[in-house]
């Protein structure tokens, strides 16, 4: 991967954009019921990663930066379609640890641990409501329909993963597909949608979905690798726990080439007594995670060559940047 001479700290970058966009969720999901707010307002504590946001920004720059000779200023509208993104994606965190029955999130107690499984699901569908009036606002017509496939993606993806797991041959691409839907979905139509926002045609808004998509393919094979070498510490969640959940994630899928043994485990989704640490030990004797990694990598190389179809600037630079910190990070 090419890195840029000037380092560019991406997050420095755009933080006059990127500071205030906890507090201004937290204020667009304000209403008449109190624990409503609270629950829904909950994630939205400064503490999560907020990628979405941050790369549907330096997109949204590098973007006008290209249409607008080198004038990178950004439209409200985009910086609200970034809010956006980080609310969809919050709102699929709040259902999903309903679903996994997640008892922890980023070291602290799920939204469903503290306010219970039912309060927690109606929190979640109150931020999409509020993500959905936030949509309709921009209004127009082609991002409306961009976020709407994205949620409906987001649906797909997740029932993908509770489909069955018969077809070795199959898995590969069933994976992919998946990891397409839960998460490069949303990255890749964020990206999009700032592009179309700002003005692209055609051609550039692909790109800029063509970015969003790999580089999310990217980041779910880290997070899916991060799965078995970090611990509850680091993560601020049980390590393994796609294994528990009976999931075959790409180091599993790997390992299973070399020990076909894993094929059976994977089947009924490690749901024998010892399963679960017969796959880790697979994992740790074949080169999964080498395999993973090598991936992403490639993902990552993608998006660094779309990257590279806009004019040079510094949010350019920072949009390569990022699929390095994608690559290399530890949580
Ligand atoms: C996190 O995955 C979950 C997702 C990225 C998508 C979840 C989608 C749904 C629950 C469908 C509902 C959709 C909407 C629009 C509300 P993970 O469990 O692998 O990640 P984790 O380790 O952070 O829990
Ligand atoms: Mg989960
Ligand atoms: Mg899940």
Redesign the pocket.
């Known amino acids: 991967i090419h890195i840029p001479d000037t380092p560019v700290e991406p997050h420095k970058l755009v933080e006059s954009d990127i500071q205030d966009l906890a507090k201004d969720i937290r204020k667009e999901l304000g209403g008449r019921h109190v624990e409503l707010c609270d629950v829904a307002a909950y994630y939205f504590d400064g503490q999560g990663k907020a990628i979405r946001p941050l790369i549907s920004i330096l997109m949204a720059r590098a973007i006008n930066a290209h249409l607008n000779g080198g004038d990178s200023f950004i439209k409200t509208s985009q910086r609200q379609l970034a809010l956006v993104s980080e609310m969809?994606h919050t709102?699929?965190?709040v259902?999903?640890?309903v679903?996994?029955t997640?008892d922890t999130?980023r070291g602290k107690p799920s939204v469903n641990a503290l306010f219970g499984q039912k309060k927690a699901i109606i929190g979640?569908d109150y931020i999409?409501a509020k993500a959905g009036a936030m949509v309709a606002r921009l209004n127009n017509d082609e991002v409306t329909q961009i976020l709407a496939q994205v949620?409906e993606d987001?649906?797909q993806?997740?029932f993908m993963q509770m489909g069955a797991n018969d077809g070795t041959s199959e898995r590969f691409t069933h994976y992919i597909g998946k990891t397409f839907n839960?998460?490069a979905s949303l990255m890749a139509y964020s990206c999009k949608g700032v592009a179309i926002l700002g003005g692209s045609d055609e051609s550039l808004a692909e790109m800029a979905f063509q970015y969003g998509k790999h580089v999310g393919i990217a980041f779910q094979l880290i997070?899916d690798l991060l799965d078995f070498v970090s611990s509850t510490q680091t993560m601020g969640?049980p390590a393994a726990?796609?294994l528990q959940l009976g999931l075959a994630t790409a180091p599993v899928l790997y390992a299973a080439q070399k020990h076909p043994q894993l094929n059976e485990l994977i089947e009924r989704r490690f749901s024998k007594p010892g399963d679960v640490q017969k796959a880790l030990d697979c994992v740790h004797n074949s080169d999964g995670l080498e395999q993973t990694k090598f991936l992403a990598q490639k993902y990552c190389l993608e998006a660094v060559h779309y990257a590279n179809t806009l004019i040079d600037s510094s949010y350019q630079k920072a949009l390569i940047n990022i699929t390095e910190k994608v690559l290399n990070r530890s949580k």
């Open positions: 969809i709102a699929t965190l259902h999903d640890d679903i996994d997640s999130r979640g999409l949620l987001l649906v993806g997740e839960k998460t997070d969640k726990a796609d």
